[in-house]
């Protein structure tokens, strides 16, 4: 059974939120809690991206987060700021890449937590969101701390987001957090706040131990979808089909294979697995070998279609986003494949990405329509599983090549009985 829900509000009466990054976690958070009757001051460092937030347009294409936006700034429950103002709750949503040595750049969350330290009052909760190295919580309430020690007691915590693009809003709203603060009473705070727009479970635990958390659960996937890769290509070396492979050994009661494709893309699963990595090198032993596994498979990709257009074949790249339905270019594998292969082989490669309307930076290939590109022969490269793609009629796919590295073209699934009827 689930606990009892905390419905009011915060103890010390939260009604306002500074939310410093209006990206895909920050700018879905920052309308959600608007929605929810709290004042919310949104913060972005970008001129661009206030002033087309401002205008109540969403620069993230991202289901129903306009209409919330829109929403939140008739109601004049939204504000847009270069400068975080004072608040209750400051959540911090900024982006952590990953920099040379595949280590972590924190530059952004440090930033952010300087430009909040002036609006700081005693008694606040600054949470942060961002995906970080285990100890950055503890990081930012030292800088805190030192930029304004007459201050009494901030509260810290983190509370790592775990949205899937494409269904953020509902996710947001759904899925089980988890929230660690650096102090008991911090971890109390943050997981008061949380439960004011989330349906899901809130676990309360620690900061460290949250941080952890989040870069476990983007390992477990990057690491299990480096093993459906490697699969794939033992299956290629025995000509055996690994999407038959993998539908049966899942037929097993404790055996869940995911899926192979041209490789891990997004800016999480592909990047945080080194967040790990990084702080405990001589330990962490499966989790570079599974970010090489990938490389392994996205170059195994490109030379196969590469040795086709070697012998004159073009090559129509099907989707160039990092997974299907989403118009996300980061880390994108089919973006770097398709990239790659026009590179080598000029005038031989189209791209079809249905999300764009010219060839993004880096491409030097003509961006088609589906429909245009059908009008041309040559090889099919499924790099991205959109729904448009997988839908294409029998027709449109007959007497031609296809290289369909995400299986969205096999027949559904046979039962075993049918099989050997
Ligand atoms: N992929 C495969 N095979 C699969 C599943 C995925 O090749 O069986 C590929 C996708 O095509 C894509 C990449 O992996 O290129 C990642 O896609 P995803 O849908 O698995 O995940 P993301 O990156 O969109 O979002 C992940 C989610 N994390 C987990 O599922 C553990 C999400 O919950 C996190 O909030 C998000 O990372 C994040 O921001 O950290």
Redesign the pocket.
Known sequence: MRKPRFHGKLPGMTTSVTVLGLGY?GLPTAALLASRGLRVHGVDTSAAVRATLAAGRSHIAEADVEALLERALRAGLFTLHAEPPPADVFVIAVPTPLGPGHAPMLGHVLDAARALAPALRSGDLVLLES?SPIGTTARIAELLRGLRPELGEVHVAYGP?????GRILA?LVENDRVAGGLTPEATRRAVAFYRLFVRGEVHATDAATAEMV?LS??A??DVN?AF?NELSLIAGRHELDVWRVIELANRHPRVNI????PG??????AV?PWFLAHGAPEAARLIPAARAVDAAKRAAVLEQASALCAAGERVICLGLA???DVDDLRES?ALAIAAALAQRHPGLVVAVEPHLDAPPAGLEAPLLSLDAALELPGTLLVLT?HRVFARLPPAALAGRRIIDTRGIFRRPIVPHREENA
Not at 161 to 165: A, H, I, M, Q, T
């Open positions: 976690v995906t987001e775990r949205v899937l693009p996710e989040k659960e983007n477990f996937r979808i459906a995911l899926k192979p494709g891990v893309g997004g800016h999480c699963i945080d990092f997974k299907g594998p599983d």
